[in-house]
């Protein structure tokens, strides 16, 4: 399991690799809400989203001996630009598989990073079968995205710093809500949180048609969900929490929450227009719960996670020129 | 004159009404500057630029009386809703004299922040009589852009917040950037910054052809130059540095460095692209310095003001579809 030693651990180890992005407000965000409202933009970290968190935390605690074979992950792309800064910083070789639609700008930072790509199609054939067998042909290092405790402790260190920061502020928070993939990041900030402050609620925050975790938590048990409909949301598309992610979120108390994709396309729009933010689609999620209401925030604390801003330009000039 | 204790004044005047923005560090951006750069997103106030700052600090000192008869100021956007938020704050009805060809974006948020706007032809009618003869009709007071010791003192917040943020992070700055249109913020900047820190230069950073600051202070004198050139820096475009302002720059031995309109545009994408933020033309004139080479940073410790982010969707995604 996961506590907060662990993700106290992964702090020390993270300390001037990662960022330790601040708590921004804004008078227009707080005013939508009626409260006071905490936005940890993880959009800053050096690959544009919270993912080296957790890779550098499980990169890091390799043997010398695991390391020299490399390390193998498969990602979306932002778990993917995680795990080949890590690698490139502890000088270990990572291969990455990657749908071969994943956003542009992901699939050229990773390579640019120095991970080797190796693409699939999505709708045929399996990642991580691909990366299975890679991994045992090398005997290469496995990195899932979210389904292990180094990787929840390192995605964990999230909460820590808004337990403390919030805390430095005179503005203890009272609910925390999360963009939700797998769980690897809402997992670990909620047993931070949890163990910081006295009274918190955590919430997951997922788009339509791929809200796993949503069902799950609220069902008790792991659940499935196909995933026809296409969504913008390349990070969140999970099919089910992790074994791991479901147990810590289920036993803790963590509830989730859903919003429409243009809920999420007017949350990016806001950012842009008032809070001078690029936040990609996943990376929006919590913060258009806010917007959409889904949650009451009156006279409330609330913090949002802004996971991520990798978002490719096209879609972003798209998205911002629709009218309200 | 405005001392530090002036600024000082201003900083507790301001206190729950701009925001102390925060030093952000961006990996991709300290390298290509090989040194240390601290960014100060001034995109991140309530008007998502500095200008709340020095319209406050003048607003509040009015007189009961004087406040009774409500506030003019001319103001390409920034100003205009610094002065239009300010007003709606203290109770003060406010006018403002801004160009026809304005950004939408600035108009708007004048006019929904309970500004009146008066527009005028920017290549043939004066804003400054405009604004004028409206003052002498209404005895309202007139609240310049930056050549008053409160818009000063109000701006310089800035330097002092960079100077304490700085320090607190055992990274005192050595070189201060600041975009500069009249000389505002330079000036009051100037002031906090030599007050606090030891060996600090501080330059100001302007588009190719409206460069006057960096001539008057090359020359020793306010130069004035003539501006048919367009320009997409709409909040850079002073005629010559204040009186105030200039004096100041002058005295403290402020430099100037001047920038191509390509290098913002290539600023802007980089601010999108690795640091995820939104920033206006004028805004990224000093980031743009730093990204062209315009300076020595190699092993320094650089500040760079970002000093706003309002920026019309259209324009903004024209650039970031630009091939670099």
Not at 122 to 141: H, L, M, N, P, V
Not at 207 to 220: F, N, R, V
């Amino acid at each position: 399991m996961v506590d907060l030693v662990d993700i106290e651990g992964a702090a020390g180890r993270l300390s001037g690799i990662a960022v330790e992005t601040p708590l921004l407000r804004n008078a227009e965000l707080d005013q939508s809400a009626g409260g006071r409202v905490l936005l940890k933009p993880e959009s800053f970290q050096p690959i544009g989203s919270f993912k080296i968190r957790g890779a550098y935390n499980l990169l890091s605690q390799l043997s010398a001996e695991a390391a020299r074979h490399g390390a193998v992950a498969w990602s979306s792309g932002n778990h993917a630009q995680g795990v080949a800064l890590a690698g490139k910083l502890l000088g270990i070789k990572t291969t990455i598989v990657m749908p071969e639609d994943a956003p542009q700008a992901k699939l050229n930072n990773t390579r640019r990073l120095g991970g080797e790509i190796i693409t699939y199609d999505r709708y045929t054939e399996d990642r991580e079968a691909i990366a299975r067998r890679i991994a045992a042909e090398r005997g290469a290092a496995i990195v899932p995205s979210y389904d292990h405790p180094h990787i929840i402790a390192g995605q964990g260190t999230v909460g820590l710093e808004i337990a403390k920061q919030s805390q430095a502020l005179g503005l203890p928070v009272e609910q925390v809500l999360i963009p939700c993939g797998g769980g690897g990041l809402t997992s670990g900030c909620t047993v931070a949180l949890k163990a910081c402050l006295e009274n918190v609620s955590v919430f997951t925050v997922e788009p339509e048609h791929y809200d796993d975790t949503a069902k799950s938590l609220e069902s008790g048990q792991r659940v499935s969900v196909s995933q026809t409909t296409p969504s913008i949301c390349d990070a969140l598309l999970a099919e089910s929490p992790g074994k791991l992610t479901f147990e810590i979120m289920h036993r803790l108390g963590v509830r989730g929450l859903v919003v429409t994709e243009e809920e999420i396309r007017n949350a990016i729009r806001f950012a842009f227009r008032h809070l001078k933010l690029v936040v990609e689609p996943g990376g929006a999620a919590a913060l258009a719960a806010i917007l959409a209401g889904k949650l009451d925030t009156k006279d409330k604390t609330t913090a949002v996670v802004l996971s991520g801003g990798n978002i490719d330009v096209e879609l972003f000039a798209e998205i911002q020129a629709e009218l309200t």
